[in-house]
């Protein structure tokens, strides 16, 4: 196998390829994160570069424009390396896997009496040791969650979230299911979550001058297929029979795991419930708190996965929406994870449809994130700027036809860093409706299973990583959520990063998550033959029926 | 009202103990719900309760069976009234009434023409069901007539006579056979239910007015007779669909169990058009047995259609033939699209290939009607499959093989697709709305 | 056992489409009972039968059509009258093929003169369709409506992805519109939201579930058609529209009328009254024979009650 040289701009990085493989691999080892949705599989276009010396084959694609061969501007993994190359890499197609917010975690947690759960770390420190640190761990489709507590005092030291580096291997768990089916592929996807945890740790562990050997257990809450690669388990049954319950996991030294703690430190892992809820559905069950009271309520996870629990002390009945990442910011043209510089906050004039926006962090606006999407979509439904199907269908400064549809600029190239327009596509609407009615049906299918009105649940607990808020009001406009009184909503932030920690100090609440894990009903949606109508009615903004949601009126 | 699965779930002992195969009582109640598996899996439950859910198993409108060996059939073990709230289970039966007073060849050369009357239509062998022998004149020539039917067919049968005396000694002739009795009547229903009984045979009874038809018949199955057909008798179109709602909804609202039966209407025209039309409304409303007298070769194949249409089952999902369409005025060098026969998957991609006005040809994948995500899920949209359905549409002679264009949501199978087929596969997009940008760039039309 | 009769009585209401000019006009619509189930409500209106002609001679059409109609279908104001004096249906329905690309690619102005001489010939309520290319029909529609303005005429068709340029005609000329979906009641409902959203009132608009012929499907069409009876009855005006069916167009698609002589008359007519059994409210045909007999069978369960 031939070898040959690849430099990469403006980074500087030179790396060896064999012949035969794509920039996009290239680039993974030069340590060159790159936007790949798909996984590589040329299908999203998001990971466009431009070939500025060197002559590699292009596999054939629809996604190419003329404009863009004609600058040789190809997606990384269709370009095919057959000589030395020298690529460069638009900002636009780099994924920010590693940008932290190092943030509190958010939300209302709900009233946590001390002393709910006997205090008892989960993780002890060898004796003659006198500090005992430990990690809780939130490990997302999209995000991974970090969590640095002293053991002895329970207190937190510091939090970091990152994006998940297993995303280059696609953004859904079903691509990258398929992806560890690959020979090789379960390990690359293992040493991925490996190193997004691993810099983390570090980071924490350096700004609080903690020594890692002074680490010594890891709890990790996650879905299952999540857990599945981080302990380098063959995760391929999970799609093909996601009803069965999941097998308890193992508990590995930190040495077998590969983290770099205290090698004789513990990796711990929730136990979760079936192929599509994990232990990180648990955990937020143990954080919200109603499986032990008595009035219904619902716990509504917008991320990728979409878990929905709903129940009490009576029973508790779980369904997974595959919402799909959307609401986490990938997959849309102009969406990115709620770090620095996405746009988190809209109102759009009614005149002018220009659009008046916050950041996270205040910096310039670099893309949106998900709260923002939810702010969007309310937005241009009042303004008339979108139909109730998600078409655009207003006119004006701010709006413009493509080959792809029409498309509405929040931001205009002036004032973003890339000095690219901010845009939504109808297309990215189309995802986004996609994306709030699997949300919304399931939890309409779920209470029609248990021949409940939504009306009958009390709270609503709403986690998930879009963001650092969440506009209620909003939200149940554009019909992600069922039109209650407001304050039956109560939005906890991570969940499965709150119940983790609990956990983390108390040997009673991992007693109580197997508990619950061992009370919580799957349904699957797949297979139920009234879920397909009922999603097809959830692809209306707010819904088909509209006396579902009688305060909403555009 | 059949118990919710969460009323089901209250009546359980709630110990999530597995014992049933299933992880929780919450569970295994919807499955009892949806009436999939038996309440005797559940090892604790209580006595009260399973006597609440035995009664309510019990289905609203009995079955009835009439005919014998491979020629029987059910009808009734109905439980909805829409079609679309589940299905309708027991297909209509239908058949002919021939009168006695025609001579023997006259009957037999009818048989014949009736015995013609079989078709095949998407799979399914289409035919009728039984032949009701009516009596115009005396005993003696019904029994004649009877004869030279039962040799010359081996169809199900309907007596009919008003004359109990004669509708006994043909039915002791060909008890065997399970033949239908028609009719017990408000003038001799005791009667008639005991020759039923006797026989043990199916028995049709006829009322016009449905406060008698109730009463009677609510008498009869209280004498232990089971197998009960009601007709409210002959009435214009209107009035028929009136009562066949009625005893449908009796049924199944009111828990009526007197007209918990299959109900029977006939339409008799002397214009063999008109007459499928009136069968046809009866067939759409609730009858269990519809017989005709004039019909033609080509009115029943049309009601034989129509009763295979309205007892497909609605849940199962809408498909088109798997097989290329071409759209546009193609050539050989035209793009080649690769969708599943999911209905809606092939009019999402035809809408967008016509819309791009660029000539293309849809592959159609037979997965059974799933859409290609959970097709694929499902094994049933791959490499092997696909490869297979490019082969048998002769893919090879129709196009040159250039631009074979797979779902985005598929890319993962293109490696393998390209080794299995032979072609070169085209990673397309992955929402069809995406296709014309991408065959206008693929094509490289400016 | 007590029989107490059930009757069920239903709070919603199927809107009135008036169609025609005045004192030409017919009424669609209307019930408040179930189809047929008379002693339950009030159904004014029976359901019509519309004749299919096109603008151009139906090459396309099953010989055995062509035969029926003889010369008539190379005039279509022949044709027409042939429907109206022949057939004695209730409404014309003129497509307007010869716009279509494929067909003759007539233009705008050519297609609007022909429907204003259509219109002074032809004094019976009027379906207009057009070609079916969405980017031709959009040209060619706004200036046939216009040329239509003062005959109400039903409008056809608006679909979820194009409905803005016909509405916008609706409105402008006084028109009532069909609104067609692809055998999805969702999709039928978010459509009539999308075009009463627009200003045309929920009274003008008439359904086109797209239905399948016997044995093509039929099955589909029809029970979408009781869900969405159901739900306007039970109260929901979205769905309380009417529905047109093309019964004719779908029926002679099928194996059986186009190679069995003799067999497409009672295929068209028995999907036509099968699909009366659901709810439908006007019926598109072209068989004389399935014409006569689809009327003849609606005034008996008329008549009848």
New interface residues.
């Given amino acids: 196998m031939r070898k040959f040289k690849i430099i990469f701009r403006p980074d500087n990085l030179t790396v060896e390829a064999e012949e035969g493989k794509t920039v996009l691999d290239a680039a993974v080892s030069a340590g060159i994160d790159i936007n790949s949705s798909?996984g590589g599989?040329?299908?999203?276009g998001k990971c466009k570069v431009r070939v500025l010396k060197g002559a590699p084959d292009i596999l054939?694609?629809?996604?190419?424009?003329?404009r863009e061969r004609k600058n040789k501007v190809f997606p990384a993994c269709l370009t095919v390396i057959r000589g030395d190359l020298e690529i460069e890499v638009p900002e636009n197609s780099r994924a920010a896997f590693d940008a932290f917010t190092a943030e509190e975690p958010s939300g209302i947690m709900p009233e946590t009496k001390e002393g709910e759960f006997k205090r008892s770390p989960l993780f002890a420190s060898p004796k003659g040791s006198v500090f005992n640190f430990g990690f809780s761990f939130d490990i997302g489709t999209t995000t991974v969650a970090g969590q640095l507590t002293d053991l002895n005092t329970g207190k937190i030291l510091g939090t970091k979230i990152s994006g998940n580096r297993q995303a280059a291997f696609g953004s859904d768990i079903?691509?990258r299911i398929?992806y560890a089916e690959k020979p090789g592929g379960l390990k690359k996807l293992n040493r991925a979550v490996l190193e997004s945890m691993g810099r983390i740790i570090e980071s924490l562990a350096e700004e609080n001058k903690i020594p890692l050997k002074e680490i010594h257990g890891i709890l990790c809450s996650g879905n299952t297929t999540m857990i599945h690669l981080l302990l380098k388990i063959d995760p391929a049954w999970i799609?093909?029979q996601p009803q069965l319950?999941v097998p308890s996991f193992p508990t590995l030294t930190a040495k077998k795991a590969g983290i770099k703690i205290n090698p004789a430190g513990i990796l711990k892992c929730i136990p979760g419930v079936s192929g599509y809820i994990g232990g990180d559905t648990v955990s937020g069950v143990l954080a919200a708190g109603f499986y032990r009271e008595e009035p219904l309520c619902m716990l509504i996870d917008i991320g990728t996965n979409g878990e929905i629990v709903l129940g009490s002390r009576e029973?508790l009945?779980a369904c997974a929406a595959s919402a799909g990442p959307a609401f986490e910011g990938s997959g849309l043209s102009c969406g990115m994870r709620a770090v620095s510089g996405a746009i988190q906050k809209v109102e759009i004039d009614s005149k002018t449809f220009k659009s008046a926006y916050l950041t996270v962090s205040g910096d310039p606006a670099r893309g949106i994130c998900g709260s923002g999407y939810i702010d969007l979509l309310s937005e241009m439904l009042q303004r008339g700027i979108i139909?109730?199907?998600g078409?655009i269908?207003a006119e004006g400064k701010h709006i413009r036809s493509t080959?792809?549809?029409k498309e509405f600029i929040v931001v205009s190239g002036e004032e973003t860093r890339a000095g690219q327009d901010i845009v939504v596509s109808?297309?990215d609407i189309?995802?986004l409706k996609r994306s709030k009615g699997a949300v919304y049906s399931a939890c309409a299918v779920l209470a029609r299973?248990?021949?409940?009105d939504l009306s009958a649940v009390s709270r609503i607990f709403i986690s998930g990583g879009f963001g650092s808020r969440l506009d209620i009001e909003k939200a149940v406009r554009i019909g992600l959520l069922p039109d209650l009184p407001r304050e039956k909503f109560i939005f906890l932030g991570n969940s499965s990063l709150s119940g983790c920690r609990k956990i983390l100090l108390s040997q009673d609440a991992l007693k109580e998550a197997f508990s619950i894990a061992?009370?919580?009903?799957?349904?699957d949606l797949?297979s139920d033959?009234g879920y397909m109508?009922e999603y097809?009615?959830a692809?209306?903004f707010p819904h088909?029926?509209?006396?579902k949601f009688p305060t909403v009126k555009f | 009202m059949a118990l919710s699965g969460l009323d089901i779930y209250k009546l359980l002992p709630k110990t999530n103990c597995r014992q049933c195969g299933l992880a929780t009582c919450l569970a295994f109640a919807m499955q009892l719900a949806r009436k999939s598996l038996p309440i005797e899996k559940c090892p604790f439950i209580s006595a009260e309760s399973r006597r609440i859910l035995e009664e309510q198993a019990l289905p609203p409108i009995r079955p009835v069976n009439i005919g014998y060996g491979d020629k029987q059939f059910e009808i009734g073990n109905e439980t909805v009234i829409f079609r679309h709230e589940e299905k309708f289970r027991n297909p209509a039966a239908i058949g002919f009434i021939i009168e006695d007073s025609l001579n023997d060849e006259a009957i037999k050369k009818r048989l014949e023409e009736i015995e013609e009357m079989r078709f095949t239509r998407v799979g399914q062998e289409l035919n009728l069901n039984l032949i009701g022998l009516r009596q115009n004149k005396d005993g003696e020539r019904f029994l004649k007539a009877l004869e030279t039917v039962t040799s010359s067919t081996g169809m199900p049968l309907m007596l009919m006579s008003g004359d109990l005396s004669v509708l006994e000694k043909a039915a002791q002739a060909c008890r065997q056979r399970n033949p239908l009795l028609y009719a017990a009547k408000e003038d001799n229903y005791a009667a008639a239910g005991a020759i039923a009984k006797k026989l043990n045979l199916p028995l049709v009874v006829m009322a016009q007015d449905l406060e008698k038809l109730s009463r009677i018949s609510g008498e009869l199955e209280k004498e232990g007779i089971k197998q009960i057909v009601l007709d409210t008798g002959a009435k214009p179109p209107a009035e028929k669909i009136w009562d066949l709602t009625q005893i449908r909804r009796q049924a199944l609202k009111k828990k009526n169990r007197a007209l918990g039966f299959p109900a029977l209407a006939i339409a008799e025209n002397e214009d063999p058009f008109r007459e499928a039309l009136e069968a046809g409304d009866y067939l759409a409303k609730y009858a269990g047995i519809i017989l005709v007298k004039n019909l033609r070769k080509e009115e029943a194949l049309s009601i034989l259609t129509l009763r295979q249409n309205l007892y497909t089952d609605p849940q199962k999902p809408l498909q088109v033939e798997p097989k290329i369409y071409s759209v546009g005025k193609t050539d050989t060098s035209s793009p080649v699209l690769i969708t599943t026969n999911f209905s809606l998957s092939y009019y999402t991609v035809l809408g967008e290939v016509e819309g791009s006005k660029i000539p293309a040809h849809i592959l159609s994948v037979d997965t059974q009607g799933m859409s290609v995500l959970t097709a694929w899920a499902a094994e049933k949209f791959n490499a092997e499959t696909i490869s297979r359905a490019l082969n048998e549409n002769r893919l090879k002679e129709l196009s040159d093989g250039k631009n074979i264009i797979i779902p985005g949501y598929v890319a993962m199978i293109s490696g393998e697709l390209q080794e299995r087929s032979g072609f070169k596969i085209t990673v397309g997009p992955k929402e069809a709305s995406g296709i014309p940008a991408f065959l206008k760039n693929l094509m490289r039309v400016p | 056992m007590e029989t107490n009769l059930t009757l069920e009585k239903y709070p919603g209401l199927i809107s009135t489409v008036t169609i025609g000019s005045e004192g030409e006009e017919l009424t669609v619509g209307g019930q408040n009972a179930l189809p047929l189930l008379f002693k339950e409500g009030n159904i004014p209106n029976p359901p019509k039968i519309a004749f299919e002609v096109w603008d151009i001679f139906p090459g396309d059409f099953d010989p055995e059509l062509l035969n029926i109609y003889g010369e008539e279908a190379k005039d279509p104001f022949a044709w027409a009258e042939l429907g109206i004096n022949k057939c004695k249906a209730d409404l014309i329905c003129l497509r307007l093929q010869g716009a279509h690309p494929d067909y003759g690619d007539k233009n705008a102005s050519k297609i609007a003169g022909f429907v204003e001489k259509f219109l002074c010939r032809i004094k019976v309520p009027l379906v207009i369709i057009g070609s079916g290319d969405d980017i031709k029909d959009n040209l060619i529609m706004p200036a046939c409506s216009e040329a239509a303005r003062g005959r109400r005429c039903l409008l056809g068709s608006a679909v979820q992805d194009n409905y803005k340029t016909l509405v916008a005609s609706a409105l402008a000329d006084g028109h009532n519109i069909i609104a067609e979906s692809p055998i999805d009641v969702n999709i039928a409902k978010q459509l009539n939201i999308l075009i009463s959203d627009m200003g045309l009132p929920l009274e003008r608009i008439v359904i086109d579930p797209t239905i399948g012929a016997l044995g093509y499907g039929l099955e589909y069409a029809y029970s979408i058609m009781e869900r969405a009876r159901l739900a306007a009855l039970s109260g929901d005006r979205t769905l309380a529209s009417p529905f047109i069916c093309m019964a004719g167009q779908e029926a002679w698609k099928s194996k059986e009328a186009k190679e069995i002589p003799g067999q497409g008359a009672i295929w068209e007519a028995l999907t036509a009254t099968s699909l009366i059994q659901a709810g439908a409210d006007i019926l598109v045909m072209r068989h004389p024979k399935a014409i006569e007999e689809t009327k003849n069978h609606i005034n008996i369960l008329f008549g009848g009650k």
């Fill in positions: 798909c599989e040329g299908t999203c054939t694609s629809g996604l190419i424009s003329p079903i691509t398929v799609r093909r319950s029973y009945a139909d109730k199907n078409k269908s080959d792809n549809g109808e297309t189309e995802n299973h248990l021949s409940l061992s009370r919580i009903t799957y349904f797949a033959p109508e097809g009615r692809l209306f088909t029926d509209l006396d």
